[in-house]
């Protein structure tokens, strides 16, 4: 017998070490999941598409045209009736699919976007329809207002093309909400002083604006847009004038200029006194302690008394001012104490009229410290009304 051990018998070939691994990654369940995910992501987005235009894609660029072998589908919105209801239930599809799938929200305004890009590429009742879709979707919160900055595309501008379809847009979302939440929603985004670049360079006046929207239809918006100048225009006045305050510009200088703003753009007294009011607290910097800040507040006034003495003619302007320094008083605490003694200040170089202060006093005033503002007045109003009975008694006497 030999002892030579027989040797065992040996498996030959290639191993392939990866083949497990392969197969783990092959039919992963998570892998699997999240392939499933994205395609069905992939056919939502384009099924916005579809519902709304067929396929962006027959598109050659923005203000671009479709090609002639476009076939909408029977599904889509410019195959729909062109009315406000028929629209309402587009807009409910899109409700329901954004809801279901909120991870579509940002996705569908992108789509909402490009298609606004293309507008010249639809017929006029295709424009018609997406702007009335678009005004219920904004109504309905499925988009912000940001998308508007689409119309502001040069091509569309300047073809009236953005303006046209801003008026079916607007006219459908104030048939939703109203122009606070228009408005509101505009301002969320920044695109309430933006209005204005629906139009060209040369026709982006508060002027055109008004009449284009109005003589639509759009009244309310064309008013919107007018209180939006006033208020830039009123902003740009009121940081002029703070620096024309604290230049030392001659107060004949400063009171030209605002006579001269005044007319330009149309701004009532009482508008003013405010800005003149906001504009003197502002040129200032003021002690933190209450002690030493109503002196302050009083030598300070009393170099402006002549410069709001030229704004308060009327009543009302004078009235406007009491106000504004109710307000200010009780904004700023460490003002709280000096509110009585810059009304008697003002009072005494004829800024204000006994009338105006009583007025204010019995029932013109503000709720804003009321107790306090009332209860600092009380002795100074009690003195005018002694002294108004005394000069009444005297003309009677001298009659």
């Known amino acids: 017998m030999s002892n030579q051990r027989q040797q065992k018998p040996t498996l030959t070939g290639q191993r392939f070490k990866t083949r497990k691994r392969d197969e783990k990654e092959r039919f992963d369940p998570s892998q699997f999941q999240e ?20 396929e962006l894609c027959f598109f050659t660029a923005p203000g671009g045209t479709l090609s002639d072998d476009v076939t909408c589908t029977d599904f889509c919105l410019f195959k729909a009736q062109e009315d406000m209801e028929t629209m309402q239930a587009y807009a409910q599809v899109f409700n329901k699919l954004i809801r279901r799938y909120k991870y579509l929200e940002k996705g569908f305004e992108e789509e909402i976007k490009k298609l606004l890009l293309f507008l010249k590429g639809f017929t006029e009742s295709e424009r018609n329809k997406l702007a009335m879709l678009t005004g219920i979707l904004l109504a309905n919160g499925n988009i912000s207002a940001s998308i508007l900055s689409s119309l502001f595309n040069e091509n569309l501008v300047k073809e009236g093309v953005s303006a046209c379809f801003a008026v079916k847009l607007f006219k459908s979302w104030l048939s939703e909400k109203d122009i606070n939440s228009v408005a509101a929603s505009l301002r969320k985004v920044g695109m309430d002083n933006r209005l204005m670049e629906l139009f060209p360079a040369n026709k982006r006046s508060c002027e055109h604006f008004s009449k284009y929207f109005t003589d639509a239809g759009l009244k309310e918006l064309s008013d919107f847009a007018r209180n939006q100048q006033s208020i830039g225009a009123r902003k740009e006045l009121q940081k002029e004038l703070q620096e024309l305050m604290l230049r030392g510009d001659p107060l004949k200088d400063i009171i030209a200029y605002i006579r001269e703003e005044i ?15 906001s504009s003197v607290m502002s040129s200032m910097e003021w002690n933190k302690k209450e002690e030493l800040v109503t002196e302050q507040a009083i030598k300070h006034l009393k170099q402006y008394s002549p410069l709001l003495k030229a704004f308060t003619s009327q009543g009302l302007s004078e009235l406007t001012l009491l106000l504004k320094i109710q307000e200010y008083c009780y904004d700023n605490i460490h003002f709280m104490k000096a509110f009585q003694k810059i009304v008697v200040l003002l009072y005494k170089a004829d800024v204000l009229s006994e009338e105006a202060i009583l007025k204010w006093y019995n029932e013109a005033h503000l709720a804003k410290g009321k107790s306090v503002f009332l209860e600092q007045m009380k002795k100074f109003v009690e003195w005018l009304k002694n002294a108004e009975e005394e000069s009444e008694s005297e003309e009677e006497e001298a009659d």
Not at 38 to 50: G, H, S
Not at 266 to 272: A, D, G, L, V
Request: charged share 15%.
């Open 35 to 54: 392939s499933i995910v994205q395609a069905v992501a992939k056919f939502l987005d384009t099924l916005f598409d579809i519902l709304v235009a067929a």
């Open 263 to 277: 007319k330009k753009n149309n701004i009532s007294e009482q508008t003013m006194i405010g800005l003149i009011w």
